[in-house]
């Protein structure tokens, strides 16, 4: 038997859909009484907390992906201190660091 291909979309690719979606519907109804300039510069401001929220939570990410076992930890690192370079890099390292089991 042949397998049945999905129809439609996945729910991932709805999601980032929808999120695309409303910042656009978000940009138009604050920027619409600002004109085309303002339009540009509030489009410019969400799209740029979006990346710099992402950016900020790297650490968080690559320590989910990569299974760590103190994932909660890396992420409270990342939250409380991460403001700070220094935090920040801390918890990134911790993230990528791979561990080696102890030998016996």
């Known amino acids: 038997m042949a397998k049945k291909k999905k129809e439609g979309y996945s729910l991932k690719t709805k999601i980032i859909i929808g999120i ?57 690192i990342n939250l409380i201190f991460g403001w700070s370079i220094i935090g920040w890099l801390i918890a990134l390292n911790m993230a990528m660091k791979h561990h080696h089991g102890m030998k016996t």
């Open 20 to 76: 695309i979606t409303g910042i656009f519907f978000l940009t138009l109804l604050i920027a619409y009484p600002l004109g085309a300039t303002g339009l540009f510069l509030t489009l410019f401001l969400i799209v740029g907390a979006i990346i710099a929220f992402m950016l900020y939570f790297l650490p968080t990410y690559f320590a989910i992906k990569n299974k760590k076992t103190n994932a909660l930890v890396i992420f409270l």
